[in-house]
């Protein structure tokens, strides 16, 4: 496996051997993994490879997130519902 020391230097994933010169043309935002970033050109793979892993924890952590926040909702409902009985019967 590949250190940071010794690792290649960066190319842009556009399959270029260099960095592109500043002459006008410009880099296309490219959207990977959610993101839509004009650095994601100079990302080598072993950056691609965290991204991927790091979108994938993003993702489950959101739907964990999405789950807790639908049971606090159905929680506050019920008691909203509650209350709403009681103010009514007293």
């Not at 960066?10 to 399959?15: A, D, I, L, R």
């Not at 991204?51 to 952590?61: D, G, P, Q, T, Y």
Request: hydrophobic fraction near 35%.
């Amino acid at each position: 496996m590949q250190t940071r020391a010794n690792a290649p230097t960066c190319v842009p994933v556009t399959g270029t051997q260099a960095a592109p010169k500043q002459t006008g043309n410009k880099l296309k935002k490219i959207e990977i993994f959610g993101l839509k970033a004009l650095w994601l050109h100079f990302a080598d793979e072993m950056d691609l490879r965290r991204l991927a892993v790091l979108h994938l924890r993003i993702s489950r952590k959101e739907r964990a997130l999405h789950e807790l926040k639908e049971d606090q909702r159905k929680i506050r409902r019920k008691c909203t519902r509650r209350m709403q009985r009681a103010r009514s019967n007293g």
